[in-house]
């Protein structure tokens, strides 16, 4: 067997709590498949053209290290938002880009991300085939908000709906737990500006000792401030506390965002900005003033994609076993592929790596199909909830040290 | 030995993650200390008013059930903020509450709340000496806040800092990976109006792998928004990323709350109310403002004090702890008493049920000491740090059932 050459690897875009784990996996199986080096690339392929890369074996020095990378949340690389030009717009760079892996000696390059990575990944590929370079090219999906299509879901995806899923648990008891003879309505928003996925997964919170949430939104229907109103009117005459969850990026029939209808020309803040109220923060304040009600708002914010304490088992596995598939595939030939997940079986859930033509990846966001949500469109079906459910089965007990959740991180 | 009677326990004020393990505290040691009934009030003293109340034995049937107890946030009670009139305001309430508790046989009633809660069980006490009534009324402290005098700290305050600090662990590392050739500063909102415990907390996050917040602001010390300002810039020609941590409350020199600043007349919301930006969304703007770098801003919210999946060990074990000392403590004769936690010893960090005269707990909050911060006044020292380590080792394994922590609720 002829020797190997070397690998990198980078992570690009909005993190989540598993990227590091799909990483995790292109390491372990590069060692195995006898690669030389493992490169990481800084900051994507934005750091990697300034030459800004890392022999990951200077980093991961044990299979506990291993471990510890598939709990830590972020970009262990460090991420970038970057997308590279056409091929004929800036030739420049890709013969740079490829003077680097020369020199490198790399044979196999390899990308986690969204959209935008796959992109790269298509581009790179094009280009080392008509040129007549060596490297091969894999792309490893990543997205908190499963918006991507041909893949089951995402990596990402199932820790992220795990945690909102648990934190809405929480919230709904805390509701309760304050409502006596005062009726309160409680409005959580969470990320997802076309696709529902996420708010889809705050269902999830409706187990045999909770509710759940009693209305969900998502973008994927128009929503209508109206009949919404009534629906809480409605629910307040049958119980104290009512709990809504809503996507950023619920849209009227118009076309506009619910939270631009705070825009008005007198909401400034204060330095002048026309300053736009979250989506959860605007729907408290009508309902409180058309209502009458106390209500709170709550935003689940950045901490959905980084608290990896709360990451699910099956999402840091599945995130693991595409970043090692991506490798595999490489290796055995293949380039500008993106690993995908299959479903293979329902009951018991079983899921395999698959492998698509990066070719074939359309732009187009995956979105919540419209028979999973109800006729109303506030909530979402059985089949949602069959879908999502074993996406966030078990753990990874965090390593804790001192109290506190131990990551890996990078040394300089 | 005599046969005993019942006993009655109700929870009050702003829920945590760990006050029903002080419920499980009380129900547990009554049964054990022989009391016939143990009941428990429906949203605490307001809800008893209405004869609203449960027999915690229809609820409870097996140390599991305890263990979920333990586990569960919120109030499994219902909560309640009433406070009782004086006595001579309103003889016919106290009237009341007597001829409720004899009817029920009531020899013990504890309250788990703050300090309007030690107020309740003040004045109860007193009328019964007074009346000649046979009932003992103890109080259990609660309240993440850590403001209560005379404890060491408060049960909840644990758990909460263990959530922000794990949370603002996981922010950092989010902030980081997103930071390459772009300055970001994060500030992240923390509850505390008056004390900045919590804020401090954040602290924490400071590990050998973590450079912690860069900057801290607790309500403790007037905020100067021009030192803040130079500060960050001073930090942003060190590093890219900056995270600041800011108590909910902290105040200028002449008294005005920070987020009262951004109150300009024209800052209205959608409906013309005139609206108060939250302090960290207030500071980002400002930052962005007069820096002109990307900014975050983030507000734990409501998940500080609910979020019971990263609750504490020694927090859960205390708060239990003090539960059953107010049973044992009215069993032995007590009234009219605070069970508080003495810290035994730092290394190892033990302690201790203690009790105080109720009479004896003034009003006022708990700061932190002006010492414990440093002499800028934007970060805890480390005798803060050795105050709080302990607080928040050693978790209990959430019952994870599909996925999600499971609760025990209330069944009526």
């Known amino acids: 067997m002829a020797k190997k050459g070397n690998i990198i690897v980078g992570q690009s875009g909005g993190p989540t709590s598993v990227i590091n784990s799909s990483l995790a996996g292109v390491y372990k199986t590069a060692k195995e498949r006898g690669f030389h080096k493992v490169y990481g690339m800084l900051h994507g392929i934005q750091g990697f053209l300034d030459e800004q890369y890392v022999d990951l074996s200077t980093q991961i020095h044990s299979d506990m290290d291993i471990e510890l990378l598939k709990r830590t949340p972020s970009a262990f690389l460090g991420s970038c938002r970057y997308k590279l030009p056409e091929i004929h717009e800036n030739p420049e760079i890709y013969e740079k ?45 990543k997205t908190i908000d499963n918006d991507l299509a041909l893949t089951d879901h995402t990596p990402g995806f199932g820790s992220a709906a795990k945690y909102i899923a648990t934190s809405t648990k929480e919230l709904i008891r805390d509701a309760l737990g304050l409502t006596y003879n005062k009726d309160m309505v409680t409005v959580v928003e969470v990320m997802g500006r076309n696709a529902g996925w996420l708010t889809g997964a705050t269902a999830l919170a409706k187990t045999e000792e909770c509710d759940g949430p009693d209305l969900i939104y998502l973008p994927e229907v128009a929503f209508d401030v109206e009949k919404f109103l009534k629906k809480i009117q409605d629910l307040l005459k049958k119980k104290k506390s009512v709990v809504v969850t809503v996507s950023e990026g619920i849209k ?161």
């Open 252 to 412: 009227l029939e118009d076309g506009r965002y619910v939270c631009e209808l705070s825009g008005g020309p007198d909401y400034v803040d204060a330095f002048g900005h026309k300053q736009l109220q979250g989506t959860a923060a605007y729907l408290a304040g009508l309902i409180q003033n058309e209502i009458g009600c106390k209500t709170r708002s709550i935003e689940f914010s950045t901490l959905q994609r980084s608290a990896s304490h709360m990451a699910s088992r099956v999402d840091i596995n599945e995130a693991f076993m595409v970043g090692g598939a991506a490798v595999k595939a490489a290796d055995e030939g293949d380039t500008g592929k993106m690993v995908v997940i299959d479903r293979v079986s329902d009951d018991p859930y079983m899921s395999a790596a698959g492998i698509y033509d990066v070719h074939k990846i359309a732009n187009n966001e995956k979105l919540v199909p419209r028979s999973w949500l109800n006729k109303e469109g506030n909530y979402v079906t059985n089949e949602f909830l069959n879908y999502i459910e074993p996406l966030i089965q078990g753990d990874y007990q965090p390593f804790m040290v001192n109290g506190l959740p131990q990551h890996l991180v990078l040394k300089k």
């Open 97 to 141: 880009i490829f003077s680097i892996l020369d020199k490198l000696n790399i044979e196999v390059f390899i990308y986690i991300g969204g959209n935008d990575s796959m992109d790269t990944i298509k581009k790179l590929s094009d280009y080392a085939i008509v040129r007549g370079h060596r490297q091969k090219f894999l792309g490893v999906p």
